[in-house]
């Protein structure tokens, strides 16, 4: 009897895969309880009711049958059943089909059909395995072992997987395209535009106050005094970068370019030259692409129904990390910490000893998932320790090559005892064996500019989101105001207030202020 509920299982999840993952169901087990019971009254046994215990055994029996078929997420106990209550999220109907064709009436034929499967080619790994255990090998590089000569071989164990290329293609597709715009490097047409454009004093102390303001007012006085300079000129300031030389009341041009330009605390009564980026106007074209692709079966490292799921909103919660309970915050599938190490140097901000960092109770936050932690040249081997500590392994160690506003590398930094600091580390653990990972997709090295102290570039966010997935849970340690984003959980001291979307981990806050 079982057995007949099962392929009737199959049949009906098939038939109302897009109606069980859309609105209002959204794969709520309850509401799929009813849909079934009301199916098979309709149209098959009306004298037969399932309830939600029998449901679950049945989609349980479907997995083991045929693995991953049905994804059930827990969602915690139920008020109407002893079982915990799920929520289908992933709906595979390739392998639904697969299985039906294997219930109806084939399924004890199974091992017959896997052994007829494997009999009509040979097994290319145990061909490997076998030329590769002849002792002959390295005399016969030529000779064919099973089919198979050492350059094919070689050639098949270099060649990415297609979990890899998969991977690899959702990323290129998905991506957002942010322009780049190529630098004029004619220090003519800077002078020039610098000229035109600071001839006003407000303009100059404008700058001054805020030398990240847009350029949009400098745009103007260009277009407006476009007769001063010459046509090539002007029509390079629309499509090029042009780092615009600025002459305060104290600089000076013979010291040569401040070792810190936008990023200088005293850029008032700094008297080395400074720079404001004027980016052009003209956007560069985005490249094409194809937006009838179909990504619906690029489902690693993604929510199945991610069309159905809207990433949700930026969160965070203002507290000192040390005493929060991490408990609370659940389960993350990656997590950033941008720990304030004591470098023995005197900061803008509060540190935290080494035996603190390590007393925090990380390993509460993820049962499987990687873990980006920012370390500095001293506290590589500390950050190792606490790798360790926490459950992971070492994966991969990153680095960040630091670029001025002049998109040249930084021979001056802010920290170093004997060298300056021209690079940051990143150490990549992992727990578990998650097999959601995308892998090989991006490489080890970021090289970016740097902004205002202690902010971290935005590639970091973007790599993860691309090696977990944009609908996991994120979390990032140490946080601030300038790194709340939408998919990511932010918890730090230095964080405005306390903002909370997600039902259960806003409830379990309430729950500790109430108990506090």
């Known amino acids: 009897m079982m057995s007949v509920n099962i392929s009737l299982l199959v049949d009906f999840l098939i038939q109302k895969a897009s109606v069980i993952l859309q609105p209002p169901v959204n794969g709520d087990f309850c509401l799929l309880l009813k849909l079934f019971n009301s199916w098979l009254g309709d149209k098959i046994l009306p004298d037969i009711k399932v309830s939600l215990d029998e449901l679950h055994h049945m989609i349980v029996e479907i997995n083991s049958l045929s693995p991953r078929s049905v994804l059930l997420d827990e969602e915690g106990p139920s008020a109407l059943s002893s079982v915990k209550t799920f929520k289908i ?94 630098v004029c490097q004619n220090d003519k047409h800077s002078k020039v535009l610098a000229n035109v454009c600071f001839s006003k004093k407000d303009i100059v102390n404008a700058v001054t106050r805020n030398i990240h303001m847009p350029g949009t007012s400098l745009h103007k006085i260009l277009f407006q005094y476009r007769s001063l300079m010459s046509p090539e000129i002007y029509a390079c300031s629309q499509e090029k970068t042009h780092n615009l030389p600025i002459k305060f009341s104290n600089s000076e041009t013979s010291p040569g370019d401040c070792s810190y330009l936008d990023t200088c605390h005293k850029m008032r009564s700094c008297r080395y030259l400074h ?56 389960k993350f599938a990656a997590i950033i910490s941008d720990p304030a190490w004591d470098i023995h140097m005197s900061l803008p901000y509060g540190t935290c000893k080494d035996l603190e960092l390590m007393s925090l109770p990380v390993d509460k936050l993820q049962d499987e998932g990687i873990i980006i932690l920012w370390v500095t040249g001293r506290s590589i081997d500390v950050g190792r320790k606490a790798l360790h500590k926490w459950g992971y392994r070492m994966s991969n160690e990153m680095i960040w090559i630091k670029l001025n506003q002049l998109k040249r590398t930084i021979v001056t930094g802010r920290t170093g005892h004997w060298l300056n600091h021209s690079k940051e580390h990143l150490l990549v653990g992992v727990k ?57 959980l932010t918890i730090g001291n230095q964080l405005t207030g306390v903002s909370l979307q997600e039902p259960m981990l806003l409830e379990a806050y309430d729950d500790l202020l109430e108990r506090k």
Request: charged residues 30%.
């Open 432 to 488: 578990g064996n998650p097999p959601w990972l995308n892998r090989l997709i991006d490489v080890d090295t970021i090289v970016s500019g740097t902004r205002e102290t202690s902010r971290k570039p935005d590639e970091v966010y973007d790599m993860v989101e691309r090696i977990v997935g944009k609908h996991s849970r994120k979390l990032e340690i140490f946080g601030r105001d300038h790194n709340v984003r939408p998919g990511w």
């Open 275 to 330: 720079y404001y980026t004027l980016t052009p106007t003209k956007q560069p074209e985005k490249p094409p692409l194809n937006n009838k692709v179909d990504l619906s079966e690029y489902t690693i490292g993604q929510c199945y129904t991610s069309e159905f799921r809207e990433v949700s909103a930026p969160q965070w919660i203002s507290c000192d990390v040390r005493y929060l309970k991490f408990p609370l915050l659940g």
């Open 89 to 182: 999220s992933w709906i595979f109907d390739v392998r639904l089909h697969a299985l039906r064709d294997r219930l109806d009436g084939k399924a004890i034929k199974e091992n017959n059909f896997k052994l007829k499967h494997k009999s009509r080619q040979k097994d290319p790994l145990k061909q490997l395995s076998k030329m590769l255990s002849d002792k002959n090998t390295t005399k016969k590089i030529d000779e064919q072992v099973g089919g198979l000569s050492m350059e094919v071989c070689t050639k098949f164990l270099q060649e990415p997987t297609a979990m890899v290329k998969l991977a690899r293609e959702k990323a290129r597709l998905t991506t957002p395209f942010k322009p780049i715009f190529k």
